[in-house]
């Protein structure tokens, strides 16, 4: 599977690609599921562009997304801190919600992960639980009795070096054993994101690949968007499954 992340923190300054508004969100969606995507990750932004958990927004936001990509394709959101810092704030921004996404990423290092993962839950909403390497997610996650019930694990290796990203995951995937036996998503960013990327498809683990993670295509250009990233990653993630015969099939 390959997930795409569409705009993450990234503003205006990341370039025009990045898609901010409802409308560009929409249509960086349909070209990145046309390009090989079956999932979409995105963040919801105010009209000047900052992460926001609003009900108004959100309902806006996966309406319009909605109605461009096929029904089957899941369409998840950011649940990040820096979005609501407070945590009893973003537990009722998610019991808020008037329009629900299929799934919500929650970062386990956060402050109040396991209380927004719970209203996340509660709500019949597919929780993806954010480990991030260099945090103690991994530490907090196993020790989670609300584990065994989310979707799946996003592996987030947040190392930008290319050279060392990919032992950086294998020491992340270490710490994480057997993820309550969820399935993982392994992805990088920035620099790290295509080796990471690589290597989840050798290791037969889902992926993602997008503007969120990085801007520039795997021959050092910069992308011309989301689909293009995503057509890349789709045909170098392939690869990698196919060059290791016998990988195990995915648990999605």
Request: proline share 8%.
């Given at each position: 599977?390959?997930?795409?992340?569409?705009?993450?923190?990234?503003?205006?300054?990341?370039g025009?690609?990045?898609?901010?508004?409802?409308?560009?969100?929409?249509?960086?969606?349909?070209?990145?599921?046309?390009a090989g995507?079956?999932d979409?990750?995105?963040?919801?932004?105010?009209?000047?562009?900052?992460?926001?958990?609003?009900?108004?927004?959100?309902?806006?936001t996966?309406?319009a997304?909605?109605?461009?990509?096929?029904?089957?394709?899941?369409?998840?959101?950011?649940?990040?801190?820096?979005?609501?810092?407070?945590?009893?704030?973003?537990?009722?921004?998610?019991?808020?919600?008037?329009?629900?996404?299929?799934?919500?990423?929650?970062?386990?290092?956060?402050?109040?992960?396991?209380?927004?993962?719970?209203?996340?839950l509660?709500?019949?909403?597919?929780?993806?639980?954010?480990?991030?390497?260099?945090?103690?997610?991994?530490?907090?996650?196993?020790?989670?009795?609300?584990?065994p019930?989310?979707?799946?694990?996003?592996?987030?290796?947040?190392?930008?070096?290319?050279?060392?990203?990919?032992?950086?995951?294998?020491?992340?995937?270490?710490?994480?054993?057997?993820?309550?036996?969820?399935?993982?998503?392994l992805?990088?960013?920035?620099?790290?994101?295509?080796?990471?990327?690589?290597?989840?498809?050798?290791?037969?683990l889902?992926?993602?690949?997008?503007?969120?993670?990085?801007?520039?295509?795997p021959?050092?250009?910069?992308?011309?968007?989301?689909?293009?990233?995503?057509?890349?990653?789709?045909?170098?993630?392939?690869?990698a499954?196919?060059?290791?015969?016998?990988?195990?099939?995915?648990?999605?």
């Amino acid at each position: 599977m390959v997930q795409v992340c569409l705009n993450g923190v990234r503003g205006a300054g990341d370039g025009g690609v990045v898609p901010l508004s409802v409308e560009a969100l929409a249509g960086a969606a349909v070209g990145a599921v046309v390009a090989g995507a079956v999932d979409v990750h995105l963040h919801p932004k105010t009209p000047c562009g900052q992460d926001t958990l609003s009900p108004r927004v959100l309902a806006v936001t996966l309406a319009a997304v909605r109605a461009r990509v096929p029904a089957s394709v899941p369409v998840g959101v950011t649940t990040g801190a820096w979005a609501e810092p407070e945590a009893t704030q973003r537990v009722g921004r998610v019991r808020s919600w008037t329009v629900l996404p299929d799934h919500a990423s929650v970062n386990w290092h956060e402050p109040g992960a396991e209380q927004v993962a719970a209203a996340l839950l509660d709500r019949g909403v597919g929780v993806e639980a954010g480990i991030w390497s260099g945090t103690d997610g991994a530490a907090r996650f196993a020790r989670s009795p609300l584990g065994p019930r989310v979707l799946r694990v996003l592996a987030e290796v947040t190392d930008p070096d290319p050279a060392t990203a990919p032992a950086t995951a294998r020491a992340l995937l270490a710490d994480l054993g057997s993820a309550h036996g969820r399935p993982v998503l392994l992805h990088g960013e920035d620099g790290g994101a295509w080796p990471v990327l690589r290597l989840a498809g050798r290791l037969g683990l889902a992926t993602r690949i997008g503007l969120e993670d990085t801007l520039f295509l795997p021959d050092g250009r910069r992308a011309s968007s989301n689909a293009e990233l995503v057509a890349a990653g789709t045909e170098l993630w392939h690869a990698a499954r196919v060059r290791r015969p016998g990988a195990p099939s995915e648990a999605f």
